[in-house]
């Protein structure tokens, strides 16, 4: 009597963790072929490994040393490996995989919207950031749907990590917002770099706990973007196309339902999930295999 008690004990506990492992489980994650599809997209992306030069169409970033780049063609087999939307992003840079690698990626996204003048600086204020960050909350609550249909779980904007700032010597608008999801929080710290015919934006993903540490090392590869000649924001010729908005325009207008990223895996997240799951069965059925004390 007191082992079947013991048994049903374990097996009570092991079922009820089961049952949370499963609801772990993002909506889709299951999906064998789909998971299948989006590793094999995502091993077969053409990298280049630094020190080199990345292409971005009309802008180029320096890759360093220790990093790799991925143009347009690979950027969307990455973010969907990553569990992000794709929001039609032109490359991706990151530290190359390894022991020492850091936990964060970056994603260029160029917008031709046109030139638009930087005469909004003083508009950045505490009232607009309040504005733009309900406007960043409903947008990635709106993407959760999509980030469902391919197996992921949903992701929502907390707060800030760094209010709007415009950097009048970089013509950079910065912002950084907190994102909520499955095991942490990340990070998307972001600038948006202007050009003659419009706007760069490089979006660094990264694990909350690394901010501090990484953002040094962010501005320093922001830094290695560089418009091609004839697209640099002092060329700017009478009669260029002028963007409809202005600093104020361009951070509430890119809010769009694939804006906000997530920094983990989730597909490998997943797949931990069904291992751990795994396991779990394998406990149950031992149980029923071991014998019995006498009574």
Not at 147 to 172: C, E, L, M
Request: a positive charge.
């Amino acid at each position: 009597m007191a082992h079947t008690t013991t048994i049903h004990r374990r097996l009570t506990g092991l079922l009820a963790g089961l049952a949370l492992a499963l609801l772990a489980i993002p909506s889709g994650a299951l999906a064998q072929s789909d998971r299948k599809e989006i590793n094999d997209r995502f091993k077969a992306i053409e990298w280049v490994t630094g020190p080199g030069t990345g292409d971005l169409g009309n802008a180029t970033i320096k890759v360093p040393a220790g990093y790799r780049f991925t143009g347009a063609s690979g950027a969307e087999a990455y973010c969907h490996y990553t569990g992000n939307n794709y929001g039609g992003e032109v490359g991706v840079l990151e530290p190359v995989p390894g022991k020492n690698a850091s936990d964060f990626f970056i994603l260029f996204t160029f917008d031709g919207t046109g030139y638009v003048k930087d005469d909004e600086k003083s508009k950045l204020d505490d009232e607009f950031a309040e504005t733009l960050l309900k406007q960043f909350k409903e947008g990635t609550d709106k993407g959760n749907a999509e980030r469902a249909s391919r197996g992921a779980g949903p992701i929502h904007v907390t707060g800030w990590n760094q209010k709007p700032f415009y950097d009048d010597q970089t013509k950079n608008l910065t912002w950084a917002v907190i994102v909520s999801g499955q095991g942490g929080a990340s990070v998307n710290y972001e600038s948006k770099v202007l050009g003659r015919r419009g706007v760069m934006a490089v979006n660094m993903v990264v694990d909350q706990q690394a901010v501090a540490k990484t953002i040094p090392e962010y501005r320093k590869l922001v830094s290695g973007l560089n418009y091609k000649a004839g697209d640099t924001y002092s060329e700017f010729r009478e009669g260029d196309k002028i963007a409809e908005y202005g600093l104020i325009g361009l951070a509430s207008g890119g809010i769009a339902i694939a804006a906000i990223k997530w920094w983990k895996p989730l597909m490998q997240f997943g797949i931990f999930i069904i291992a751990g799951v795994g396991i779990a069965i394998k406990k149950v059925f031992s149980m029923f295999k071991s014998k019995p004390a006498s009574v």
